[in-house]
């Protein structure tokens, strides 16, 4: 394996964390089109079963085995995975796409903080949440944003966090196929609590359709490729590319949703990502 992945031109990794991002996003926006249908719920139920069927399919995680110290890290792993997806749908029912993204961002954002050791990355934190400030609804007309929906939001944000320290541990050995495990303990927390709250049109085979490309734009494509990205990239390197997400997402909701931004709120934004882009 390792003599392959020298084999791989280097602008392959930044190829595939791009079709990543730019996969999620549109998967997302055809999932907030069914909200009015089946709630934010019933998409997440719908999305994570299908999405872990199709992983497992592939994956056989049946087949893997986890030493004794990376069961925890894939349970957390699984449950961070189920509940910032749960977070970020049911964000999305109140606030536009791109700011939904914006405000999840702050989990990579504050792992990328306590794990900094040199001081003048603080300069560049706070840059972001300069951004993160203009786009929370902290008083009065400040971006007309929902308070709900920002705060599940930044819940969503709090469960990235814990994926991405989970997942390095519990993917230290198998790699993808950790993706498929913790999809499935996702699934069995977060599809029968998803399908509980979602009406009955969810059952309607008529959305299988949408569902599928949902459940391969959003979960089995997205998770591989970050996964494959991970291991062949460096940290930093990632977490710059990343800060692209939100900006993908404000260009899908505009496409696809028809959603648009004030001055402040693309402003925002733009200081968000530019923290990870500025020269250190």
């Known amino acids: ?30 999932a907030k089109s069914l909200f009015p249908m089946i709630g934010a719920p019933g998409v997440t139920a719908l999305r994570l079963a299908l999405g872990t069927l199709i992983l497992v399919i592939i994956f056989k995680p049946w087949r893997l085995r986890f030493a004794k110290e990376q069961r925890l890290p894939l349970l957390f792993y699984g449950l961070s995975l189920g509940a910032m997806n749960y977070l970020f749908y049911l964000s999305l029912q109140r606030i536009p796409l791109g700011i939904a993204v914006a405000l999840e ?7 990328a903080l306590f794990s900094s050791r040199r001081p003048v990355d603080f300069i560049w934190v706070i840059l972001a949440v300069t951004g993160l400030w203009f786009l929370l609804p902290l008083g009065q007309d400040v971006a007309h944003v929902d308070l709900t929906g920002a705060l599940l939001a930044l819940g969503a944000g709090a469960g990235w966090a814990v994926y991405i320290l989970a997942g390095r541990r519990a993917g230290e050995e198998h790699g993808p196929a950790t993706v498929a495990m913790g ?30 490309a949902i459940a391969i734009l959003s979960t089995a494509l997205p998770y591989t490729l970050e996964m494959i990205a991970l291991t062949r990239l ?32 693309t402003m925002a934004l733009g200081a968000i990502i530019l923290h990870r882009w500025v020269p250190r």
Not at 249 to 262: D, H, N, P, Q, W
Request: hydrophobic fraction near 55%.
């Open 1 to 30: 394996m390792s003599g392959m992945s020298r084999k791989l031109p280097s602008w392959l990794p930044i190829l595939v964390i791009l079709i990543s991002m730019i996969s999620i996003q549109s998967g997302a926006s055809l």
């Open 234 to 265: 460096p940290t930093r390197t990632f977490g710059t590319l990343m800060s692209m997400e939100p900006a993908i997402a404000t260009l899908s909701g505009l496409i696809f949703l028809g959603e648009t931004l004030t001055f402040s709120q």
């Open 105 to 111: 961002f702050t989990g990579p954002l504050a792992v």
């Open 183 to 212: 999809s499935l303990i996702a699934a069995i927390v977060f599809v029968p609590l998803g399908a509980f709250q979602a009406t009955e049109a969810l059952w309607h085979w008529t959305l299988l359709p949408v569902g599928l």
